[in-house]
């Protein structure tokens, strides 16, 4: 296979917010779940707690924490939370890995023919989704991943073919930095 068809798939994945009333399978959602447990970690500290979360008003209410950042939420049938602790010093590895873990859970959504998108929550709607979510004290969550099965309109490109993305020539260097 060529290079370029085998990382097709790593292409797809792009980030769905609307998505039709279909539920996502709990079978679905424990396979998406795995793949984000099993990213990896500064030291392999697993900085991370996953909430799965299915119940419609809570999702609900999720979606209404931030908006617009959260209207992925207003359709999703699924969402996972992403929680973190809130020790200072490792402030910026912890978001690391937590990227890390966002963007599998989008991969694992993707090759199970879901869609799933971020939906990122300002420091003000933090207390009021833990208090959602039952964080014990010390714990936060700044990421929200919608999951649903796409809308038709989701799964279409968004953007006019080949200008979703910087040109390849702008953005990747041979060697040394080149303007
Ligand atoms: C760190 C991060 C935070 C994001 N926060 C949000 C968000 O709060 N709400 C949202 O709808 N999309 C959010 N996104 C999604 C981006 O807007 C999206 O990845 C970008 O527009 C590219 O879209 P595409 O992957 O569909 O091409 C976030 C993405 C990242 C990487």
């Known amino acids: 296979m060529k290079a370029a068809d085998a990382i097709r798939p790593l292409l797809r ?4 917010r609307e998505f039709t009333d279909a539920p996502v399978e709990p079978a679905a ?5 795995d793949a984000a447990r099993w990213s990896g970690s500064s030291a392999n500290s697993q900085p991370w707690r996953f909430i799965v979360i299915r119940d419609a008003e809570t999702i609900r209410k999720l979606s209404e924490a931030n908006p617009p950042s959260t209207r992925s939420l207003a359709t999703a049938t699924a969402a996972l939370a992403i929680v973190l602790s809130q020790e200072k010093g490792a402030a910026v590895s912890n978001a690391y890995d937590e990227g890390r873990a966002a963007e599998r859970i989008l991969i694992a959504a993707s090759l199970l023919d879901l869609g799933a998108g971020i939906a990122w929550l300002g420091a003000d709607a933090r207390p009021q989704v833990g208090e959602l979510l039952g964080l014990p004290e010390g714990r936060f969550v ?10 038709e309109k989701a799964k279409g ?3 006019a073919p080949g200008a979703a993305r910087l040109p390849r020539s702008e953005t990747v260097f041979s060697e040394r930095w080149s303007d």
């Open 13 to 16: 994945v792009h980030q769905v």
């Open 29 to 33: 959602l424990d396979a998406i779940a």
């Open 142 to 151: 700044r990421t929200l991943v919608a999951i649903g099965h796409p809308t």
């Open 157 to 159: 490109p968004k953007s």
